[in-house]
């Protein structure tokens, strides 16, 4: 999930400034004013995050190969499948509430009033992205639910 760490950074980089850049918090300095010690500080934390952020990647890119393999046949469809896929919710929602966890102590290091804006911003980024998924998959009119 570092991948979504990054990209809700690039995001926000793109919608406040509209272009990308070379180093993916260099955003966080422009945007919120930051200085060099602010920076070293959330640098730190970013680089810590990082691990635990591919411990998650690399736990749920297990779990889904495993329901890849499970999916491959019908008789597999019942309990196995459901035991796995609430394994991969398990998995996503920890990873989820770390992402979390991390942006609040990057708004913790930054002035307040800045660190509550950023909190704000990646905070709806991250769940606008899991809604995302949820009104694609919801019974509406205006969806084939994947048929």
């Known amino acids: 999930m570092f991948v979504i760490t990054r990209q809700v950074t690039a ?9 990308s850049s070379l180093d993916d918090l260099e955003w966080l300095r422009r945007e919120f004013r930051l200085g060099d010690a602010e920076m070293a500080a959330i640098r730190k934390l970013h680089d810590g995050y990082r691990l635990q952020c591919q411990k998650y990647c690399n736990e749920i890119a297990a779990a889904r190969a495993e ?28 990873c989820q ?3 979390l966890r991390h942006f609040a102590e990057v708004s913790q290091v930054m ?3 800045q660190g509550q804006r ?15 998924v949820e009104e694609t998959m919801r019974g509406g009119a205006s969806s084939s639910h994947g048929h």
């Open 97 to 99: 509430a770390a992402m």
């Open 111 to 113: 002035p307040p009033e």
């Open 11 to 19: 995001l926000i980089w793109r919608e406040h400034v509209g272009q």
């Open 67 to 94: 329901l890849a393999r499970l999916l491959k046949t019908p008789s597999t469809a019942g309990g196995e499948v459901q035991r796995q896929l609430e394994a991969i919710g398990r998995l996503r929602a920890q």
């Open 118 to 132: 950023y909190w704000e911003e990646v905070s709806r980024l991250v769940s606008a992205a899991h809604e995302r």
